[in-house]
């Protein structure tokens, strides 16, 4: 039997497979671009929190450089130059400035000769020891946190000549932080994240907006370490609520020695990105079952429907409908192939079957016609043993005669069964009571009762008049002590008949195969659709018939 094929899936489930395969691209498309997206938006985010440092540094220069301007306005008081009621200008001063805390006037040894402001002069003469080494070398100087009685301040120092060419002065001041806050938070608004301003000791100024770190605080570990840095850049850092940031910074190695941070939430980034990749994955996923649902339907109609029907002609085929047709015509399609290809094949085989049945039918009237022949030979042949013998009584002209007779009765009886079931026992019996005459010892028949049909009934009673015919001849009927056994049986769903002959003379196989044994061994093999084995024993010969049991019984017996 020819390896068939087992088929795990139908056609069906095969598409709903290919149109889950044809969708897995968009899904990879969706995928790539939201990770396309959200990396492109962290860098937006990375490149607007480095853009952003840049502006509030911006604005804080901007305020000091309005100190700064203030301090070079001042080198032309008459008041500062000749010391005579300076502590009043200051005060006019920092009454027109009110973001000034404290404003002091130092000379070149760094003792103050005129202050004016909250602080105590022993904390503005500290402030200005710190600062003065530092402004003597030229410009604007920044110096550290400092908190004073009005709040938390910077303070500031720059170097002035006086204009009458000989020493220097110092102009000290504490610029109160909210001024710069109001100038950063101005500059922020309507902008998401948060912006934090430290000293060169890594000392909070300001955080706009307002949050957990206050002016003082310590700068966070990681934003302390990124202060330190050499250039401005980019990093993630934990927020307060370990929460990643994105964090743009400059550190403290510029001019002015200050640190800006300006931080988002990543979250707060990719929380729209996250919201669109939702609705994009319920659109693909609400797409995909829609495509998996027409797939389904499709299916059903335009591959299972068609299936179904070829598969019904065939069932209905197989059952005996010959007029079982697909009804599909070669229109291209290969459903229209694959039906029109069925008929065709219908066709064929209704031809082949009416051809068979000619040929059958030819068969058996030529069969009929020879088995008259033979009964009007063996007629004949008794006729001319009776005239020839006239008169004549010896025991072996009666046995001649019996023998013919038995024949030409073993004939008639086939021949008036023609068409019918017969029992296998009755077959067996009539076929050989011809070669044994009255000894019917001599035939040992064993079996259940079983009925075949009227055709396998003749092709075994032809394969046991030949078997009989060649044990007369050379087997164990040909010497007075051999019989001749006859078994059959029923195995499950196989038949199995064995003639074994015993007590003969030995046999051995024939160098080539006469026409009895090419009878005996195709015949009722093709009938049957079974196999036969011929062995020669030493005792005689034995023939094995094996075969389906449905091709042998007749309709008439139970199974």
Not at 246 to 259: D, H, M, Q
Not at 357 to 376: M, P, S
Not at 525 to 550: M, Q
Request: net charge negative; hydrophobic share 45%.
């Amino acid at each position: 039997m020819a390896h068939r094929r087992k088929t795990q899936l139908n056609l069906r489930r095969r598409l709903l497979i290919l149109a889950v395969l044809g969708l897995l691209p968009a899904f990879a498309i969706i995928v790539i671009d939201q990770f396309n997206t959200r990396s492109q938006s962290i860098a937006d985010a990375e490149a607007n929190s480095l853009r952003m440092t840049e502006i509030v540094l911006g604005e804080v220069i901007r305020g000091m450089t309005g100190a700064a301007t203030l301090m070079i306005g001042m080198r032309h008081s008459s008041e500062l130059q000749e010391r005579d009621g300076c502590e009043q200008y200051l005060a006019g001063i920092r009454q027109d400035v009110p973001s000034l805390v404290d404003l002091a006037i130092a000379n070149t040894e760094g003792a103050i000769f005129c202050h004016s402001g909250s602080s105590a002069l022993p904390d503005v003469a500290t402030g200005v020891g710190k600062l003065m080494g530092a402004a003597a070398t030229g410009g604007l100087q920044v110096g550290t946190y400092t908190a004073t009685p009005e709040g938390a301040a910077l303070p500031m120092a720059m170097a002035i000549p006086n204009l009458s060419g000989e020493g220097t002065s110092y102009i000290y001041l504490n610029v109160i932080l909210t001024e710069l806050e109001r100038l950063v938070g101005a500059a922020m608004t309507g902008t998401p994240g948060a912006a934090i301003v430290a000293d060169l000791n890594g000392t909070v100024l300001m955080r706009f907006p307002a949050g957990d770190l206050k002016p003082g605080d310590s700068l966070p570990a990681a934003l302390a370490a990124l202060a330190q840095g050499s250039e401005p850049a980019t990093a993630r850092a934990p927020g307060p609520d370990n929460a990643m940031l994105i964090v743009g910074y400059r550190p403290v190695t510029g001019a002015p020695p200050i640190a800006v941070f300006f931080g988002m939430e990543e979250s707060q980034v990719l929380a729209p990105l996250d919201r669109t990749a939702l609705v994009n994955t319920l659109v693909a996923c609400l797409g995909a079952t829609l495509a998996v649902l027409l797939a389904w339907l499709v299916g059903r109609w335009w591959v299972e429907q068609p299936v179904d029907g070829l598969s019904r002609a065939v069932s209905a085929r197989r059952s005996g409908d010959k007029s079982a047709r697909t009804g599909y015509a070669d229109d291209g399609t290969e459903f229209g192939r694959i039906g029109s290809s069925i008929d065709l094949l219908f066709d064929e085989l209704d031809d082949r079957e009416r051809g068979q049945a000619l040929a059958e039918e030819q068969r058996d009237l030529n069969a009929r016609e020879v088995q008259h022949r033979v009964k009007n030979l063996l007629a004949v042949i008794q006729v001319i043993a009776k005239q020839t013998f006239i008169g004549t009584d010896l025991p072996e002209i009666r046995s001649f005669e019996g023998r013919i007779g038995a024949i030409v009765r073993a004939n008639t009886a086939l021949l008036a069964r023609e068409g019918e079931a017969g029992e296998i026992a009755d077959i067996a019996a009539t076929s050989l009571k011809p070669f044994v005459g009255e000894n019917v010892e001599r035939i040992v028949l064993a079996g259940p009762t079983m009925r075949v049909s009227p055709k396998v009934g003749l092709a075994l009673a032809m394969a046991l008049y030949e078997l009989a015919t060649n044990a007369v001849k050379y087997g164990a009927l040909s010497v007075a002590e051999g019989t001749v056994h006859v078994s059959w049986s029923i195995e499950v769903d196989r038949f199995r008949l064995i003639w074994s002959e015993r007590n003969g003379p030995r046999v051995q196989d024939p160098d080539r195969a006469g026409f009895g044994t090419i009878m005996v061994k195709r015949v009722l093999a093709a009938e049957t659709s079974g196999t036969v084995e011929l062995n020669f024993h030493k005792g005689g010969l034995e023939y094995t018939l094996n075969c389906p049991l449905d091709r042998v019984l007749s309709s008439e017996t139970p199974v």
